[in-house]
């Protein structure tokens, strides 16, 4: 693959369990974007913002994604994760969550250019520091309208101010799934700045990572990762025109493709339960699941008998159940 394969930064599934799954499908992702860190409720003395954190197995590939409408926090957690062992920092522009939004943050800053640039500018000196090459970036969407314009006008402010990669998920703040993202805006977005521009949304196979690849500085993978933990290799092989002869699709009988996809989810289960609090793994395992089981031939059955399961054990369980019917 000639330009780079970057893991969205997703809630409740972009942790360490996650990252060493990819990375057992070598080479991996070739960056690993955490899931949003509430500027805020770093500081908030928890106990679970360490696995918030986290930065193995590879912190060189890893990118904090942080997200909050306060400048002081954002600024504060820039400040301290980049301290950090890391790729870089990444702001969010472009959550639309509902929980999100009322709090003025994600892509609240996408309505005030001028404040979004201010944040900018306040916070590189804070990831950028003499002899290394953190790398400041942000992530958004078209904005609050579908006017191109505005996005050129608002991408160029933050490069202006030292922002040095932008993801763009091509959709408004009001469109979830419903509407495929607008692939075209992308190259536009990117023929008008001077720093790289990566894409995200909507993509489908390997083929198609090929296809786009040619339309962006670098592609970001998000519910796809999930369904296909294996897809950056993948998509690396078919571009390099090399043989893959792991994929769940090159497999020549159903019962080889269903053993790479057994193995495939009591290996992230086991990578749950040694990576993730207690606490934390219903919620993780059943997200994750929710994508993955698409790749059964009854996957919203099995979807929904894990969702009914009270812990992990008995997920693991009802995982092995299926496949020894």
Not at 146 to 172: N, S, W
Request: proline residues 5%; aromatic residues 10%; neutral net charge.
């Amino acid at each position: 693959m000639s330009i780079p394969l970057l893991l969205a930064p997703m809630a409740e599934l972009s942790h360490r369990a996650l990252r060493e799954l990819i990375e057992s499908f070598k080479p991996g992702a070739d960056e690993y974007f955490s899931e949003m860190i509430s500027a805020a409720g770093l500081f908030g003395g928890g106990p679970f913002e360490k696995f918030y954190i986290e930065n193995l197995p590879c912190p060189k590939k890893l990118v904090y994604q942080i997200v909050g409408g306060n400048e002081e926090y954002l600024c504060r957690a820039a400040g301290f994760l980049a301290g950090q062992d890391c790729l870089g920092i990444d702001i969010n522009m472009g959550c639309s969550a509902p929980m999100i939004v009322r709090s003025g943050a994600g892509v609240n800053w996408m309505g005030d250019i001028a404040r979004a640039a201010a944040l900018i500018r306040k916070i590189r000196p804070l990831v950028k520091h003499p002899g290394d090459n953190r790398r400041l970036s942000v992530k958004l969407r078209i904005g609050h309208s579908d006017d191109f314009g505005y996005l050129v006008r608002f991408c160029k402010a933050l490069e202006e101010e030292g922002a040095e990669l932008i993801t763009l998920h091509p959709r408004t703040s009001k469109e979830k799934f419903k509407r495929r993202a607008r692939w075209s805006y992308i190259p536009a977005l990117r023929a008008e700045l001077g720093i790289p521009v990566a894409g995200n949304g909507d993509i489908a196979s390997a083929a198609e990572i090929t296809e786009k690849s040619e339309t962006c500085d670098a592609i970001m993978l998000g519910r796809l990762a999930l369904r296909q933990p294996w897809i950056f290799r993948d998509a690396k092989n078919l571009s390099a025109e090399v043989s893959d002869t792991h994929s769940a699709a090159a497999y020549s009988t159903p019962s080889a493709a269903d053993s790479l996809i057994m193995e495939t989810g009591l290996h992230f289960i086991e990578l749950l339960a040694k990576h993730q609090p207690p606490e934390f793994h219903l919620s993780r395992a059943r997200r994750f699941f929710s994508y993955f089981c698409d790749n059964l031939k009854w996957g919203s059955h099995v979807k929904n008998l894990l969702n009914r399961q009270p812990d992990l054990v008995s997920i693991e369980n009802t995982w092995k159940e299926y496949f020894n019917m």
